[in-house]
């Protein structure tokens, strides 16, 4: 989820500041809305909750991380954790959502 909200804010800023065309204004607004839909749930306490974050990923090496497809998509996924939720609040902020 962190990765689509930082390409969903990078295209709404860029569109906005003139540096994208603005079809990538009306694509962020659509992907926005996937994003909310797929990973936005309401937890037990009635607070949204921002679901499947990487919880930790780099390319650091052997013999920690191989930087593989495999060892990418095979990490924990968290929820709430802050580079996606910070993601996630600039996007809506650019978007005015």
Same mark, same amino acid.
């Given at each position: 989820a962190s990765g689509s909200c930082m390409f969903t804010y990078a295209f709404a800023?860029?569109?906005?500041?003139?540096?994208? &065309?603005?079809?990538?204004?009306k694509e962020a607004l659509k992907s926005f809305?996937? *994003? $909310?839909?797929?990973?936005?749930?309401?937890?037990?306490?009635?607070l949204p909750t921002l679901t499947h974050i990487c919880g930790s990923c780099g390319l650091g090496g052997n013999p920690y991380r191989d930087g593989s497809y495999t060892y990418y $998509?095979?990490?924990?996924?968290?929820d709430n954790? &802050?580079?996606?939720?910070?993601?996630? *609040?600039?996007?809506?902020?650019?978007?005015?959502?």
């Open positions: 800023k860029g569109a906005k500041k003139g540096y994208l &065309p603005q079809k990538f204004y809305r996937g *994003i $909310v839909r797929e990973f936005v749930i309401t937890g037990n306490d009635g $998509v095979s990490e924990k996924q968290v954790d &802050p580079k996606g939720v910070a993601s996630f *609040i600039l996007a809506a902020i650019e978007l005015n959502q």
